[in-house]
T-cell receptor, first 119, second 113 residues
């Protein structure tokens, strides 16, 4: 199946700094990528939908100025957590729709996630 | 908005026991249904999916799920679990041709050898 990678897998930063997380589709093109946040013992919460070449669509309650998303190419989307605070500590997961699959049905391929810890 | 419910939050079974995890959704229109598994320390992997056709779907590792439209359900089953099935299981629903997925809260399965 299609492979999605994330980098870094784990990051620790100081409060007030910014952190960038990359999401790449390795063997397919993705016009749409999604960013989720997973809380302990809870489900995935969709943060935003990232469309290649256009602005991301944020879910209600997600601060677009805090969580900057850029989808510069068909294989790369980045999430930047700006001015991070301890409450931003979480597991961030990206996923991507396969361009080929979009013609028939929707299937998302998930990255391995990034564990962010803000001290 | 769509909601997806997984009623079993934590299930503990002995090896060889049968498994059934519940999943219910709220959307009344055309849906695509998925079960994902997340093994400890690993990323989400697709177990099986339903788009149309036979409502009984067979997936990897001996898992199957049945779509019952009248009950808005898509329960996951496995006749005989193994220790290696210990993981977190997520049900997800996608509305028709839309991009957005809605996830249930997950069920943590622990299989005791």
């Amino acid at each position: 199946g299609a492979v999605v990678s994330q980098h870094p897998s784990r990051v620790i930063c100081k409060s007030g700094t910014s952190v960038k997380i990359e999401c790449r589709s390795l063997d397919f093109q993705a016009t749409t990528m999604f960013w989720y946040r997973q809380f302990p013992k809870k489900s995935l919460m969709l943060m935003a939908t990232s469309n290649e070449g256009s602005k991301a669509t944020y879910e209600q309650g997600v601060e677009k100025d805090k969580f900057l998303i850029n989808h510069a190419s068909l294989t790369l989307s980045t999430l930047t957590v700006t001015s991070a605070h301890p409450e931003d500590s979480s597991f961030y997961i990206c996923s991507a729709n396969s361009l080929e699959a979009e013609s028939s049905y929707n299937e998302q391929f998930f990255g391995p996630g990034t564990r962010l810890t803000v001290l | 908005a769509q909601s997806v419910s997984q009623h079993n939050h934590h299930v503990i079974l002995s090896e060889a026991a049968s498994l059934e995890l519940g999943c219910n959704y709220s959307y009344g229109g055309t849906v695509n249904l998925f079960w994902y598994v997340q093994y400890p320390g690993q990323h989400l992997q697709l177990l099986l999916k339903y788009f149309s056709g036979d409502p009984l779907v067979k997936g990897i590792k001996g898992f199957e799920a049945e779509f019952i439209k009248s009950k808005f359900s898509f329960n996951l089953r496995k006749p005989s679990v193994q220790w290696s099935d210990t993981a977190e299981y997520f049900c997800a629903v996608n509305e028709g041709t839309g991009n957005q997925f809605y996830f249930g809260t997950g069920t943590s399965l622990t299989v005791i050898p």
